[in-house]
């Protein structure tokens, strides 16, 4: 008989109601803003007062560079916290929520799969409360206000050909990358060239997943550079006019959305920047409030951990002063075959030799994560087709770096297949053996920054950039921008920014084609070899296999 699919699965689920999961963590109905029976914000009257809570212990989960066979990173991150639930340690979840342009292109979902899923999942990864959308209005209304200013009279001296903001579409649209806006004659103002960035790449995505509260939030969106004037002096949203009305616009988005697991544990999805092309972790405002009301917090960061991973650290944790305990990497017999070199249509045949050679894939980013100071555990995400010979063969090439590989069963049976990760999770955060730090300090020149992720992390001989790109972060530095973190915008499919570059490659630059200042979220962002900051749909996208069936069900999201 055949394995029910994930929304087969999701679908004959019947969720609590979402105030019983509220009360599991303390919240109670009068602090829920509900979106429906299952769903509900948490309101910022009940944020603030857990500012002065003891904080629990925080895991990541992360993984290897993601292959078309597939990792499922979220699905593991979902069975780790049923996990530690089922061994009596009070857990929640925090994950990213979905953008349309992959659900609607080639990635589909996030929602975890199997019996390791957050629910309502057609909900959650179509539209969900609003999020994506409040938070496009909040850039465009930006974009247009500029656009506006320029129109009557630019006071602020604004040069045309130097305004930095963009435009933002949750939707891939290759299209809308690059054009030209004000066409059309007089009354619709100045033509000039803009393009548009997908909304999980914007810096009103970034800013409201690492912003505090919602007066950061305002002083954030006020420091974004939007333009420059002719004589190169920046224009903010603030000069604008603009970040007062962003905030309003921006005040729901920002209160954690609380959901659940499969099996009724507490579950946070809030904010979704991408981690290829922008730092990859859900909201601080998430993160912190489950920190205050769980003894567990279990977070995923985006893709592999060579970009995911890294600016957890580098990024989110630096900015909010977390600490994590422990980290998992997640990895698959298929994937690892995969960077072993076996083509995708092979990978259901049993092959040690290749396993073994693709472990030097996990066992890059293993040591990388170790390297900020987390102790590290690995999870097998175990699919139907793997041997135990294959199993055994990634068990001791991790044994061999000093650490422990966990088979996981989560997607098929639940918090059942990850008692044996969850209770060495516990034991690692239990021992205090993490002696977290971030891998470059604030002081060090930005162009130093960006090659020692590019040696430390990636294994490259260092970065490569014009002296266009060079001058531009030496004139940011010297207007006093230069302690900011870096976020690496790259190809999540290998170390190396060549997606067909598989294994742990060396021998290679990185290319840094493009710098762009993010103020206001209070990073750097390097656009490294082809990476698109608005991304395509593909030949064949998974939008043409979505519909409703005959009972006003979803069909084809997965």
């Known amino acids: ?124 990864n179509l539209h969900f409360t609003g999020d994506f959308h409040a938070i496009t209005s909040a850039h465009n209304l930006l974009a247009a206000m500029i656009d506006n200013h320029i129109y009557w009279g630019n006071a602020l001296d604004i040069d045309p050909r130097r305004v930095a903001w963009r435009r933002a579409l949750d939707m ?39 912003a505090e509260d919602l007066a950061d939030l305002e002083r954030r969106l006020g420091q974004v550079i939007v333009a420059y004037t002719r004589d190169r002096r920046p224009v903010t949203a603030r000069d604008i006019g603009a970040d007062g009305a962003m905030t309003v616009l921006l005040a729901q988005a920002f209160q954690p959305n609380l959901v659940q697991t499969l099996e009724g544990n507490p579950a946070f999805v809030h904010g979704g920047p991408f981690a290829n092309i922008a730092h990859g972790c859900n909201s601080v405002a998430a993160t912190k409030a489950a920190l205050g009301l769980a003894e567990f917090v279990v ?46 249509a092979d990978l259901d045949t049993p092959n040690v030799a290749a396993v073994e050679k693709g472990c030097a894939n996990l066992g890059r980013h293993l040591a990388n994560v170790r390297a900020f100071g987390v102790p590290a555990v690995v999870a097998i995400n175990h699919f139907g087709t793997d041997t135990d010979a294959e199993t055994e063969a990634v068990r001791r090439f991790v044994a061999g770096h000093g650490t422990e590989a966990f088979v996981c069963r989560h997607w098929a049976e639940g918090s059942r297949g990850t008692i044996g990760l969850a209770e060495r999770v516990a034991a690692l955060a239990d021992s205090g053996a993490a002696q977290f730090d971030v891998l470059y300090p604030d002081e060090m020149p930005l162009f130093q920054k960006i090659e020692t992720i ?102 084809g999201l997965f």
């Open 172 to 210: 891939n649209d290759r299209a809308l990358r690059d054009v030209v806006v004000g066409l059309g004659g007089v009354s619709n103002g100045f033509p000039r060239q803009a393009g548009f960035d997908i909304t999980v790449a914007s810096e009103v995505m970034a800013i409201l997943c690492l």
């Open 299 to 344: 977070t995923e960061a985006g893709f592999g951990a060579d970009l995911g991973a890294e600016k957890f650290f580098d990024i989110k944790c630096r900015k909010a002063g977390l600490a994590p305990s422990a980290a998992v990497i997640v990895a698959t017999v298929r994937a690892l075959k995969f960077n072993g070199g076996v083509r995708k």
């Open 1 to 124: 008989m055949a394995q029910p699919s994930d929304i087969e699965i999701a679908r004959a689920a019947s969720g609590r109601p979402i105030q019983e999961i509220g009360a599991r963590l303390g919240i109670g109905a009068e602090d829920l803003i509900p979106y429906g029976h299952d769903k509900a914000k948490v309101s910022a009257r009940f944020l603030a007062g857990l500012r002065d809570r003891p904080r629990g212990r925080l895991a990541l989960v992360t993984a290897i560079n993601p292959t078309p066979a597939g990792e499922g990173k979220t699905t593991t991150t979902v069975g780790l916290g049923d996990g530690l639930n089922a061994i009596g340690r009070s857990a929640a979840i925090c994950l990213r929520e979905p953008s349309l342009g992959p659900c609607f292109g080639m990635k589909g979902g996030a929602a975890g799969g199997g019996y390791a899923q957050v629910i309502p999942m057609e909900d959650i």
């Open 454 to 555: 590019a040696r430390r992390i990636y294994g490259a001989d260092g970065a490569l950039a014009d002296t266009r790109v060079r001058q531009q972060l030496r004139d940011w530095e010297a207007a006093g921008f230069g302690h900011l973190p870096v976020c690496m915008a790259k190809t999540q499919y290998s170390f190396s920014t060549d997606p067909d570059l598989r294994g742990a490659p060396t021998g290679f630059g990185v290319p840094v084609r493009e710098v762009r200042l993010a103020a206001g979220a209070g990073f750097v962002v390097a656009i490294c070899g082809e990476i698109m900051t608005m991304p395509g749909l593909p030949s064949q996208p998974a939008a043409a296999a979505i519909r409703l069936d005959a009972e006003g069900r979803v069909e």
